[in-house]
């Protein structure tokens, strides 16, 4: 596993002014991923981290804007995720290298909207099958419908 980097997935939208005057916002979105591979004090150094994606504003994105952004990321790590040979002054002939995205985070409902989530206000708890939260006594998943 030594030779996996393992990245995080951060997302979130933010008002670069700050403040909310007449009631107005604007939202930016970005896609921010860290290597976890690093020593913790040097994660987040600005050096260290990927900018993924940004969308435009004014308006917090669809989910159709933020999948549209995510696929060519997700396209990217997928090829990565079976391993690539990197060839290295130590490695001559190459070593096997993978890509892996574990955490993702960010506030609920951004993770809701971004990784397909059901949403907080959801009768459903699952987001795959529709079962109700009256169901989730319910261990027959030969029972469930998609």
């Given at each position: ?88 002054y130590r490695h001559q002939a190459g070593i096997i290298k ?19 989530f059901t949403g907080v206000t959801s009768h459903h708890f ?21």
């Open positions: 596993m030594k030779d996996n980097l393992t990245f995080s997935f951060f997302i979130d939208w933010f008002n670069p002014f700050t403040n909310k005057t007449l009631g107005k916002t604007v939202l930016y979105s970005t896609i921010v991923m860290f290597c976890l591979n690093l020593l913790y004090n040097l994660q987040y150094q600005p050096e260290n981290t990927y900018f993924a994606g940004i969308t435009s504003p004014p308006y917090e994105p669809s989910v159709t804007t933020i999948t549209a952004l995510l696929d060519p990321i997700v396209e990217q790590l997928q090829h990565f995720y079976y391993g690539q040979v990197i060839h290295t993978r890509v892996v995205l574990l955490p993702a985070i960010g506030d609920l409902l951004t993770i809701c909207k971004a990784l397909g699952c987001s795959f099958y529709t079962l109700h939260k009256s169901d989730i006594e319910n261990l027959d998943s030969g029972a469930w419908k998609l």
